[in-house]
C-alpha cells in the first residue's frame, strides 16, 4: 500500500525513476479498486433494482479513472527512466497492440543498476 500512497503524493513528479514494485503494486491496487467499484456497483443494482445506480456508480468509477490519470502516466514514465528511457518511449502506447508488448517488456524488466541519465538507483535509495 506505501507504494500506491508514494505514487499518489508524486500524482504530477515526472522527473526520476520508479522501481517495477512501485510500478506494479500502483495498477494492482488501481484494478482492485476498479474491480470492487463495478462490482459493488452491480450487487447494489441487483438487490435496490434502481436504473439510477447505474449512473452513480458508473460515474464514481469513470471519475476515479480520470483521477487516477495522471498519476498513471507519471508512474509509467518514471519506470520508463528506471529503464533508462525518454519519456517519449512512453508515445508507443498509441501504437496498437505492438507498443502496448513493448512497453510491457521494458516495464517487467529491471531497472538500470546504478545511477543513470534520470537518477539515483531508486533500489539504493531505499535501502540506505
Known sequence: MNYYINCLKKFA??????????????????????TSLYLLGGFLIQVTQSSRLITIF???TMGYQIIMLLPSIAVSIRRLHDRNKKAWFYLLIFIPILGFIVLLIQYCKEGTKGNNQFGKDPKMVNNE
Open 58 to 60: 458508473d460515474f464514481l
Open 13 to 34: 513528479t515526472f522527473k526520476g525513476r520508479a522501481r517495477r514494485a512501485e510500478f506494479w503494486y500502483f495498477y494492482l491496487y488501481n484494478l482492485i479498486i476498479i
